[in-house]
């Protein structure tokens, strides 16, 4: 046999000459979830490790994240129900505890990467990510509120935001709003392919997001989010959103999806990134719990499947645990 592809497998050395992808730290982002308060460290029961901080404690946390290389965040709020109404105008409201931690964080650790949600479900009494009137959650009327809440995260520091909301147009109305404030140099991390999907579990748990169905609130966010069935329309999503300003293309689930992951960086020019959800860390968690799977080989390998697929970004739970194996020579 003159092709013998194990001569490229023979050992630890030759196999690190031929690898074709890699995985470093600062190619990761990891979440934060931040509560209002002080002294709070309040894990969440459906994905066991991550928790619910108070400022104070998510300032030791990116803290110690820096220390392993690991400087990109993305933040999102548990807000108190007393703070929600129907237009979501907490979420640029000046007094918004998000919009402080921001501006503290930044001015504590200016190196950070920080980046935002941007979406009205935090703040809305109904849960949705735009505007609910007569049972349905329309979409014009939402990119105003949408576009105030980006130039008040820009306001308080945020590096790059991020439109979750599923709404047409949005990414083009933060765009001409932020330019329109001076942002010019804020990056835009569109959530352009975002799925309907039954992974967001533990994430509503954390942020207690899920639409509060009934009467004429739509029960869930089929209407805006993709199906899970289609492809070829996560094109037309990233066609929008590039033209519109988009600086990222994300999508969302991750491990679920590597086949739109590949297909958008085949086919656009702007960095992809990849959201890699809490029910698929979840899933992972509790095989490795039950012994089933073993985690310090499992969770890299599913890092780099994402990776492979064609994330340059990827944001996942499993980030610091990832940077601290990197620290100590594990992988």
Same mark, same amino acid.
């Given at each position: 046999m003159l092709k013998r592809p194990r001569r490229n497998r023979v050992s630890a050395s030759v196999r690190g000459?031929?690898?074709?992808?890699h995985l470093e730290v600062n190619h990761l982002v990891f979440p934060l979830f931040l509560l209002d308060g002080e002294k709070i460290r309040s894990e969440v029961p459906s994905l066991p490790g991550i928790f619910r901080l108070s400022l104070d404690q998510i300032l030791?946390?990116?803290e110690q994240c820096l220390t392993l290389g690991l400087t990109s965040f993305i933040m999102f709020p548990a807000v108190s129900e007393a703070l929600k109404d129907k237009i979501g105008s907490y979420g640029y409201n000046p007094a918004n505890f998000y919009l402080k931690a921001a501006t503290n964080i +930044?001015?504590?650790f200016p190196e950070c990467t920080?980046?935002?949600?941007?979406a009205m479900d935090p703040y809305n009494a109904?849960?949705?990510d735009g505007l609910v009137r007569a049972g349905k959650v329309v979409n014009d009327d939402s990119l105003g509120i949408l576009a105030k809440m980006a130039v008040?995260?820009?306001e308080a520091g945020f590096d790059i935001l991020g439109p979750s909301d599923m709404m047409d147009g949005r990414v083009g109305a933060i765009r001409q709003a932020l330019d329109g404030a001076g942002f010019t140099d804020t990056g835009i991390m569109s959530y352009t392919a975002k799925y309907a999907?039954?992974?967001?579990?533990?994430?509503?748990?954390?942020?207690?997001?899920?639409?509060?169905?009934?009467?004429?609130?739509? +029960?869930?966010?089929k209407t805006y989010q993709m199906n899970p069935a289609n492809k070829r329309e996560a094109l037309i999503e990233a066609e929008l959103d590039t033209a519109e300003g988009a600086d990222y293309l994300m999508v969302k689930p991750a491990v679920n999806y590597l086949d739109v992951i590949h297909l958008l960086k085949t086919n656009f020019n702007l960095p992809i990134a990849a959201y890699h959800v809490s029910g698929e860390c979840a899933m992972l968690l509790a095989a490795c719990r039950n012994g089933w799977l073993d985690f310090d080989s499992a969770m890299p390998e599913t890092l780099m499947?994402?990776?492979r697929a064609g994330a340059d970004v990827v944001i996942t739970y499993f980030a610091k645990i990832y940077a601290e194996m990197k620290a100590k020579g594990q992988l």
């Open positions: 000459l031929v690898q074709e992808t030791k946390e990116v +930044k001015k504590r920080l980046i935002s949600d941007v109904d849960g949705h008040a995260q820009a999907s039954a992974f967001y579990g533990p994430f509503r748990d954390a942020l207690d997001s899920a639409p509060k169905a009934g009467g004429d609130i739509p +029960k869930d966010k499947g994402i990776r």
